[in-house]
């Protein structure tokens, strides 16, 4: 069975603080794709970025950067420079890869970025 | 425009009463599936199908039913709803026959059994 474990359910982060999202997950498969996605305040769920289990070169997009770590099974999503509309629940998932098509999601952590 | 139709994006209805969520996606991708949010318990997925006529259980099946005649259309089924599935359901697609690409999501569907 594959898990995704979020151990912060909530943070709160004054305006322009980095911020780190923890993502630790569980899978017997070599092969196997982590995700994360936004979820803002009007519920939609948006894809943020998926990364493959050969591939543990981290990834900058803007503010965002994902460090994705197989020796502690860990897939951490930092925010630098926080802004307002980044307050939103961010969710970390895992989908195997073969035949077993399902994916699982993190419980989520709610960041709110005060102004 | 790129997307993931689901109706309704409200629903209430009583126990008991069969009902049907729609999905449709306009971006021809193979993979299509289902979730469910609910606090504290983040999204969990019902079912999902890798193709037309090719459709397997998530982790929560219990109490729904799915159907893909068509790529494009993926429904949610709920043949005797009970109160313990008032939930937010959400339905994704990727392109593809696997969920590796990224899920694209529709807007959800809140749903409340009385």
């Known amino acids: 069975a594959q898990k995704v474990t979020q151990a912060q359910t909530e943070i709160s982060v004054v305006e322009k603080e980095d911020v780190t999202l923890d993502c630790v997950y569980e899978t017997r498969d070599t092969t196997y794709y982590l995700f994360w996605y936004k979820q803002p305040p009007s519920g939609e769920l948006v894809f943020l970025i998926r990364?493959?289990?050969?591939?543990?070169q981290n990834e900058i997009s803007g503010r965002y950067s994902w460090n994705f770590q197989k020796s502690t099974s860990s897939f951490n999503f930092t925010i630098t420079a926080s802004q307002v509309v980044d307050s939103a629940v961010y969710f970390c998932?895992?989908?195997?890869?073969?035949?077993?098509?399902?994916?699982?999601f993190g419980i989520g952590t709610k960041l709110q970025v005060i102004p | 425009e790129a997307q993931v139709t689901q109706n309704p994006r409200y629903l209430i209805t009583v126990t008991g009463k069969k009902l049907t969520v729609t999905c449709s996606q306009n971006m021809n991708h193979e993979y299509m599936s289902w979730y469910r949010q609910d606090p504290g318990l983040g999204l969990r997925q019902i079912y999902y199908?890798?193709?037309?006529?090719?459709?397997d259980k998530g982790d929560v099946p219990e109490g729904y039913k799915v159907s893909r005649k068509e790529k494009r259309n993926f429904p949610l089924i709920l043949e005797s709803p009970s109160p313990n599935q008032t939930s937010l359901y959400f339905c994704a697609s990727s392109l593809g026959s696997a969920p590796h690409g990224g899920l694209f999501f529709g807007s959800g569907t809140q749903l409340s059994v009385l």
């Open positions: 199908s890798m193709n037309v006529e090719v459709t």
């Open positions: 998932a895992l989908s195997g890869s073969g035949g077993y098509q399902k994916v699982t």
């Open positions: 990364r493959n289990s050969f591939d543990e």
